[in-house]
C-alpha cells in the first residue's frame, strides 16, 4: 500500500496577511511542480483568502485549524465548514491539543466536528496524543485508542478513507522534545490497528498517519523513514519557508 506522503504546516495564531502571503509565497516557489510530497498550509482564519490566491494553480492545498459543528446559524465568532469551503480549504485540522486543553474539546465535541467536516467535503487532520503525565503514567495506549475511537466514532469506511491522522504527543508539542522514532511509530501502529477495528484492514491501509511535535530539518528524515509515519504537522518549523522546505524534502520517498 502506498499512502502519498503528506507534510501540512500549522501556522497556530501566528502571521497578519503581508507576512502570510510572503511565507506562502516562499513555500510555493520551493515546492515547484512536485506532487510526490502533498503539501498543506493552515494559516488563521484571517489569512486563509490571501494565501489561497497565492497558492492557486499550484499542488500546495490549503487547511484551517479549526471550525464549527453546525451549518451556520447564531455561534457569535465562529467559522463553519461551507465558509472554510468558500475561501479554497479542503482541509482542516481539528481535536488539536492546544483546542482540547485550552478550549475544553471533548472526543464527543471533536467528533461532530469530524462529522461536519467530512459531510462539508473536507479532509479532517485529526489530532491524538498523551500529556507528559499520561506517558509516565503508562496510560498512553489507552489514552490514544480512547482519543481515536471516540473521535471517528459512526464514520462509515468510506468517510475513514477521506480523513488523516495526526499523532501529536502533548509533551513534544513546542517544547524541542521530539519524540524518538521508535516512540511515534509505536504509538502510529497502534492508531493504525484501532482504525482497522473501526473499519477493514484496506481502510486501515490507506488512512495517512502523520507525526506532529517538535519536527524539524534535523529530525525529520528519521522519522518519516517509519513505516506507519505518512508525513508530518509542522508548528514552529512551518513559520520558516527553508525549514519547511528541507522537512517537505524529507517526506519523500526514495
Ligand atoms: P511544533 O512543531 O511547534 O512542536 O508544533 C506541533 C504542532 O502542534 C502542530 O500542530
Not at 483546542?99 to 472526543?107: C, P, V
Not at 489530532?127 to 499520561?134: D, H, I, K, P, Q
Request: hydrophobic share 45%; glycine share 10%.
Amino acid at each position: 500500500m502506498t499512502r502519498q506522503p503528506m507534510v501540512a504546516g500549522n501556522w497556530k495564531m501566528n502571521k497578519l496577511t503581508g507576512p502570510a502571503v510572503e511565507l506562502a509565497a516562499a513555500v510555493k516557489r520551493g515546492v515547484g511542480t512536485r506532487t510526490d510530497v502533498q503539501v498543506v498550509l493552515c494559516p488563521p482564519f484571517t489569512a486563509l483568502k490571501v494565501v489561497a490566491e497565492v497558492v492557486a494553480r499550484s499542488p500546495i492545498r490549503l487547511g484551517a485549524q479549526n471550525m464549527h459543528w453546525e451549518a451556520e446559524g447564531a455561534f457569535t465568532g465562529e467559522i463553519s465548514a461551507a465558509m472554510l469551503r468558500d475561501v479554497g480549504c479542503e482541509f482542516v485540522i481539528l481535536g488539536h491539543s492546544e483546542r482540547r486543553a485550552g478550549f475544553q474539546e471533548s472526543d464527543a465535541l471533536v467528533n461532530r466536528k469530524v462529522c461536519a467536516a467530512l459531510q462539508a467535503g473536507l479532509t479532517p487532520i485529526v489530532c491524538v496524543g498523551e500529556t507528559l503525565a499520561e506517558r509516565e503514567a503508562g496510560q498512553t495506549w489507552t489514552v490514544v485508542t480512547r482519543q481515536v475511537r471516540a473521535s471517528l466514532a459512526e464514520l462509515k469506511p468510506e468517510q475513514l478513507r477521506r480523513t488523516v491522522i495526526a499523532y501529536e504527543p502533548v509533551w513534544a508539542i513546542g517544547t524541542g522534545r521530539t519524540a524518538t522514532p521508535a516512540q511515534a511509530q509505536e504509538v502510529q501502529a497502534l492508531i493504525r490497528a484501532v482504525l482497522g477495528e473501526l473499519g477493514d484492514g484496506a481502510t486501515a491501509q490507506a488512512i495517512r498517519i502523520l507525526y506532529g511535535g517538535s519536527v524539524k530539518p534535523a529530525n525529520a528524515r528519521d522519522l518519516f523513514r517509519q513505516p506507519d509515519i505518512d508525513g508530518g504537522l509542522i508548528g514552529g518549523a512551518s513559520l520558516d519557508a527553508a525549514a519547511f522546505l528541507e522537512i517537505i524534502g524529507a517526506a519523500c520517498r526514495e
